[in-house]
């Protein structure tokens, strides 16, 4: 695996001049499935990254997490080879094979070197088509999974999240654990991960990208041997839009904590919005700049009440959410959250210098390469540039969009996204200074 890393690392230096423009390819196979490509013949790596748009996204009544657990089975035993032979055999040559699920998709990915390829095509083709989900696997990677939640049911960082969006999204699949529960995964059986994996990875929901030492007729091949055979429809349920509920709320979760956690957000942008970019903009200076940015100055640096705080946008397929959070010491967490509330209020009134402006543009253009650090992160951000509809041309166009953000846009979005009255804020610990609309005993 060492290998990979370093040809990975080193394919990279042809990418990374801004002087070149990255040139993708838009590849269809015979069989008609399309991806986006780098090519890059320069050191002997592929990585193709993949999605099935809304797979796993809701999962049957009482058998949440069962997604998760697939994600985590479909590499422990397929087609000839049981679990410590698939296993064996990624190993001793070099194949990185992994599988998520997430709330608005099930992703694969695959890293291998060039003369390793043809046996990583195929024992990812099985991995998708003929799974084993054995009993026994399945009992260790269930048991695997409830240790994980059980040590997060103690982390009040967790809980926090868990709250937060099961507050915001009630009865929604954003509300709920992608893992699931203590209580409904003892449930899920090889025939519940069968049934998945059968209904749910259609080509018509698929979304695939690649970066590496690969032609496009020869990627159009690997297209075909990969999900060739998967069903051209998907049963996948389609995900609806939801909008944020639980706006306004501060709902604390008593913990005997030394420090209170918070977390608070409201509705946000979604990737897809002509406000995308100056949202970025704003909150890099706002939080999401680390020690240059104003939540950090003023919480930290100047009062000394959080070694962190910060603030990030969530885009999601179906909703968005602007965040803030970090913890504080509990008699404190008052007077944290009211200088947070006053930033929020700051930022939407006054919007950014001229010097806070130049200088989240000159971050934001310049470290986005450093994203491209391989050829894995080149075929990720690839997958998401598609996903997200952006358009093909969207790597090379980027700094455009920031550059062109102007102290208008930014002054809108703000007023449009941040109100510290309908800021829905999670507290957990013993905060002190805080009037809670809502205890949550026992918590999430």
Known sequence: ???????????????????????????????????????????????????FDGAGGSDPKGKEGLANLASTMLDEGAGPYDSQAFQARLQDKAISLGFDAGRDGFSGSLRTLTENRGEALELTRLALTEPHFAPEALDRMRASIMASLK???????????????????PGHPYGGEVRGTLETLPAITPDDLRAFAKGQFGRDRLVVAAAGDI???????????????????????????????GLGETILLPRPTAQTVMLMGQPGVKRDDPDWYAATVMNYVLGGGGFGSRLM?????????????????????????VMAGGSTVNAKAGQALDIIRQEWARMAKDGLTDQEMADAKTYLTGSFPLQLGSTEAIARILLQVKRDDLGIDYLNQRDRYINGVTQADIKRV???????????????????GVSPTRTVEGGS
């Open 215 to 245: 032609s496009p007729e020869d990627l159009g091949k690997a297209l075909d041997t990969l999900f060739g055979t998967l069903p051209a429809k998907s049963e996948a349920k389609p995900i609806p839009d939801v909008t944020m509920t």
């Open 414 to 432: 703000a007023q449009r996204l941040l109100d510290p009255a309908k800021l829905l804020t999670v507290l957990v610990g013993k905060p002190e």
């Open 297 to 321: 100055e003023e919480v930290r640096e100047k009062r000394g009440l959080s070694y962190g705080v910060y603030s990030y946008l969530i885009p999601m397929d179906h909703a968005a959410v």
């Open 151 to 169: 040590r997060d049911l103690a982390d009040p960082n967790y809980v926090a999240r868990r709250q937060f969006y099961a507050t915001a999204f």
């Open 1 to 51: 695996m060492r290998l990979i890393a370093a040809v990975f690392f080193v394919t990279v230096l042809a990418l990374l001049s801004p002087a070149h423009a990255m040139d993708i390819k838009r590849v269809v196979s015979p069989g008609g499935i399309e991806a986006w490509l780098v090519e890059d013949h320069k050191v002997p790596v592929l990585a193709i990254e993949w999605t």
